[in-house]
């Protein structure tokens, strides 16, 4: 079994400021990564995955997360963010041994950007 | 628009009765999730459909199921129902059933038992 750990349920932060968003995940077994974000009042949307390679992912809308797997986390950055990134970010997890089980979600990370 | 459509938008109804939340995935896509978002659960998975069959359950409860038609939508039915039923419902698709896919989600059924 696996499990997510979203360390802040609410990051407040400056428009044009840089963010991380810290993810911590728990798994006995390899695991591929994710972070969705929800917009209010709509449904999740896929910024970005680390399935192998680079631990550096890229993903839209300028954000990254690093895959550092000695510390099992997964966090998600962007050096500049705008007031259209207020939303609330999800990390989750996923067996490689395929869909069963569906995604592992952290509880969530409510981003606010002040102007 | 991520191409998963999920009706009804909103569902109010009592304690006791019974729903029915309906989804269609992604043309082409032939796996479906259904996952509950509550404000003290989170969001958890609840059951996957892959092409018709049932391939993997969650924390899904004994009063709800799901099937998956021939075309592909899927329905998840909840029967006796409970206040603390109350919560987003998503659906999401991918076109295959292993890891690596993204699970598409769609905009979500909101139930509220009153």
């Known amino acids: 079994a696996q499990s997510v750990t979203q360390l802040d349920s609410q990051v407040p932060v400056f428009e044009e400021a840089p963010v991380e968003l810290r993810c911590n995940y728990s798994?006995?077994?390899?695991?591929?990564l994710f972070w969705y974000v929800q917009y209010p009042n709509q449904g999740l949307q896929l910024l970005l995955k680390?399935?192998?390679?680079?631990?550096l992912v890229k993903g839209i809308n300028g954000f990254e997360a690093e895959f550092n797997k000695s510390q099992t986390s997964f966090h998600l950055r962007k050096p500049s963010v705008h007031i259209s990134d207020t939303a609330e970010y999800f990390c989750a997890v996923i067996s490689p041994e395929g869909g069963a089980d569906g995604l592992t979600f952290g509880k969530g990370t409510h981003l606010i950007i002040q102007p | 628009d991520s191409g998963v459509t999920q009706t009804p938008k909103h569902l109010i109804t009592a304690t006791g009765q019974r729903v029915t939340l309906r989804c269609s995935p992604r043309?082409?896509?032939?796996?479906v999730y259904w996952y509950q978002q509550s404000l003290d659960q989170g969001l958890q998975f609840l059951i996957q459909y892959y092409n018709g069959e049932e391939r993997a359950k969650g924390n899904i409860l004994e009063r709800f199921s799901a099937q998956q038609f021939p075309d592909l939508h899927s329905e998840l039915n909840l029967s006796s129902l409970e206040l603390g039923d109350s919560a987003l419902y998503f659906c999401?698709?991918?076109?295959?059933?292993?890891?690596?896919?993204?699970?598409?989600f769609g905009p979500g059924t909101r139930l509220t038992v009153l």
């Open positions: 680390y399935l192998s390679g680079s631990t």
């Open positions: 798994s006995s077994v390899s695991v591929y």
């Open positions: 043309s082409g896509d032939l796996s």
């Open positions: 999401a698709s991918s076109s295959e059933t292993i890891g690596t896919d993204t699970q598409y």
